[in-house]
């Protein structure tokens, strides 16, 4: 059931007093909680798991009730339910919502309601967080004041309730556009005041969003999207079909019109077919294309080893590819689709090319974490899926070792096959997914290990390499088998690393 902006009003005007339910006590959940609370509602938190200690303390602090363990009879009264991302619509309390034409919203569609302050949006199975992360770093060297939220950082809506934007009971035209004008990054620096008022236009919000956070949009409607690539990943959430993984991704366009504008990869044939229907439609975004392998109408691309815009009938040149401060053919990718975003907010072109040369990327993607005797440990731990470690071991041109492995999500790891007979001679597997991973890759490579814990997987690497070559953490799978996050995988790994001796 797809919500209008009338539809989406009415919830608004009866959100105090109204019972609402929110499914999943995850970060993005208890951050939705905390907002509808703000707003007066009569907050209901149920996860089917356990909730973690600090975010019970975050609910009973607020004096949110909360259920662990399963979901009781008062889960299914609510008025409405907002869904953690963590949580797929298949699970059955979803299903019993939907079923009885109750609105089941997403963390970011709720979030959205209580801005009015445009939205860069940035979505794909790869490259997510590096480009948001970049287009934030253009942001800061303009000057611009900015959020950063989303799958990265804070989540939108415990952004908005620590920027105070939600006044209990108050009209989507009567909320206070508020914002300290600093990095974004959930620190309270600022430059040009924290808390300082601003209207809309003075700060944008910059949001990194997963399919699972674009399932169940109604209104949600970036001022500028960005679509990165589409390769095969969480299919398990999406009845192992790439047409319905893609079709959510697709959402992120699903309410943009004329005035706003769809940033989109050329060169991945299921997204630029996507841009083609658009093209269609009476009411369509802007489209900006980026391509590293041919010219676009509209967009950025390469020519004789300059990157061009060619936006509205004039072509410009930006800078050299060689230039970039990341390299390689998916960070090529990510570099344009970050400056066709910065250039869609106005941000001047001697900008971008400082912040395109200049940046250096973010934690936990090809991240080096020490070499020693010779042997460079890259952490990759935010490779969660076979696409993203194909790019990390193409970026690589030595010989390695390479560690996989964690929470399957209905993986072909034999997409590796030539890159690993290329470039690694051993495999350490670790995590649930070890047996699958020796399975269909274990003959591919001339050693293959498995290991209980990251502590045994990288002693084990050690011994295995050799001076000049890599040991790197890539694990093509999630991490919630052994870790909170792959931001927790990575730390351990570069703590177990740095106690190599």
């Not at 919830?11 to 609370?37: C, D």
């Not at 919630?480 to 106690?499: A, I, P, T």
Request: glycine share 8%.
């Amino acid at each position: 059931m797809l919500l209008n902006s009338t539809h989406i009003t009415q919830l608004k005007q009866h959100l105090p007093g109204t019972k609402v339910v929110v499914i999943g006590a995850a970060r993005s959940g208890v951050g939705a909680a905390e907002l509808l609370h703000e707003a007066g509602a009569a907050v209901f938190v149920s996860d089917h798991g356990s909730i973690a200690e600090p975010m019970k303390e975050r609910l009973q602090t607020r004096g949110i009730a909360f259920e662990e363990g399963g979901h009781s009879a008062a889960a299914s009264d609510g008025a409405f339910a907002v869904l953690s991302p963590g949580v797929p619509t298949q699970a059955a309390l979803v299903q019993e919502y939907l079923h009885t034409h109750k609105a089941v919203v997403s963390e970011i569609e709720l979030a959205s309601w209580f801005s009015s302050s445009p939205i860069v949006a940035i979505t794909g199975s790869n490259g997510k967080t590096t480009v948001s992360s970049w287009i934030q770093d253009c942001f800061a060297r303009a000057g611009r004041p900015h959020q950063l939220a989303g799958n990265i950082g804070m989540a939108f809506s415990e952004q908005c309730t620590k920027l105070g934007l939600v006044q209990s009971g108050a009209s989507h035209s009567d909320l206070t556009n508020q914002s300290s004008s600093g990095t974004g990054t959930g620190q309270d620096d600022s430059n040009g005041g924290a808390g300082s008022t601003l209207t809309r236009g003075e700060y944008y919000w910059i949001l990194e969003v997963s399919s699972f956070q674009l399932d169940h949009i109604h209104t949600f409607s970036p001022d500028v999207s960005v679509l990165l690539n589409i390769t095969p990943d969480h299919l398990d959430r999406y009845n192992h079909s790439m047409d319905d993984y893609a079709a959510s991704k697709f959402r992120i366009t699903q309410q943009q019109s004329a005035g706003q504008t769809f940033i989109y990869n050329y060169d991945d044939l299921r997204v630029r077919s996507h841009a083609q229907q658009l093209l269609g439609q009476s009411n369509a975004p802007r489209l900006w294309a980026f391509s590293t392998q041919e010219a676009v109408v509209e967009g950025a691309f390469l020519h004789n080893n300059q990157i061009i815009f060619r936006l509205n009938n004039h072509e410009e040149i930006l800078m050299s590819p060689f230039e970039l401060g990341l390299q390689g053919q998916h960070n090529l990718q990510n570099g344009l689709a970050t400056a066709l975003a910065a250039r869609a907010c106005e941000i001047k072109n001697e900008v971008i090319r400082e912040s395109l040369s200049r940046f250096t990327g973010v934690e936990h993607r090809l991240e080096v974490v020490r070499e020693l005797e010779g042997i460079k440990y890259i952490n990759d731990s935010k490779a969660t899926n076979v696409n993203a470690v194909w790019f990390a071991l193409d970026s690589i041109k030595t010989p390695m070792t390479l560690i996989l492995g964690g929470r399957d999500k209905g993986n072909d790891y034999t997409e590796l096959r030539d890159q690993l007979i290329e470039k690694v001679h051993t495999v350490i597997a670790i995590g649930e997914s070890r047996d699958r991973i020796q399975e269909q890759i274990g003959d591919m490579v001339p050693h293959f290990i498995t290991a209980d814990d990251m502590r045994g997987a990288v002693r084990a690497a050690q011994k295995q390499a050799k001076r000049g070559e890599v040991v790197l953490l890539s694990p093509a799978c999630s991490s919630f088998d052994m870790f909170d996050s792959y931001e927790h995988r990575g730390r351990e790994f570069k703590e177990c690393v740095q106690h190599l001796s």
